[in-house]
């Protein structure tokens, strides 16, 4: 684990598995953090799962308290322009693989990662949303695949006001989407994140 060192940002850390080899490409997540907290938060979402499936992570953090769109009111600003940065300077320095790029992210960053996905799926082919509670757009670019999960008793955005509404517009705008709903608050539960890792890193 490294930190990043970006001019347009306001940090956070790059992971890199420890099988990593610069003769195999490897899959590569870029991982949003929720309100209030930072690239840790971001990074802890499936760093446990990251060496078995061989994933380097990248987790920026935020501009302000939680995403440029967010806070923007459906606007993009700083926050596109440090995760591109970031993304460049990774793909630079290690051996990433094209087909296998995923965005995701928990709560605010589900909600982020919702929109850049959708608005850049020829970059992202996968879209991993842990508790979201809206997606934004700027376009639809690509045929991403989607991984969901919410759980039930989740009080902070309630699933039936949330996933609930969002996966049947995912479905009905034709996308591929594995929907997990569980038991439980507003969390990422290791199940979950378990699932999430191996669809994603599935051939």
């Known amino acids: 684990m490294r930190p990043l060192e970006l001019d347009a940002a306001a940090g956070g850390y790059l992971y890199v598995s420890a099988g990593y080899r610069a003769g195999r490409p490897a899959p590569l997540v870029l991982l949003l953090h929720g ?51 970031a993304l460049g300077r990774t793909f630079s320095s290690y051996a990433v693989d094209p087909g ?33 509670g809206f997606m934004a757009p700027g376009g639809r670019v690509g045929t991403p695949r989607f991984f969901v999960s919410h759980g039930t008793r989740d009080r902070w955005l309630p699933i039936d006001r949330t996933s609930r509404r969002l996966v049947p517009e995912l479905e009905r705008a034709g996308y591929e989407v594995r929907y997990r709903e569980f038991e439980g608050p507003h969390v990422v539960p290791p199940g979950i994140a378990r699932e999430a890792v191996g669809w994603f890193a599935a051939p």
């Open 100 to 132: 296998r790029v995923a965005v995701g992210g928990y709560s605010d960053g589900a909600s982020y990662a919702l929109s850049l996905g959708i608005s850049n799926g020829d970059l992202f082919g996968h879209v991993l949303a842990f508790s979201p």
């Open 35 to 85: 309100a209030g907290e930072d690239a840790r938060d971001g990074l802890a979402l499936l760093r446990q799962q990251a060496d078995g499936a061989g994933l380097i992570l990248l987790a920026p953090s935020s501009q302000g308290p939680t995403w440029d769109l967010i806070l923007g009111r459906g606007r993009y600003g700083r926050d596109v322009a440090a995760i591109d940065e």
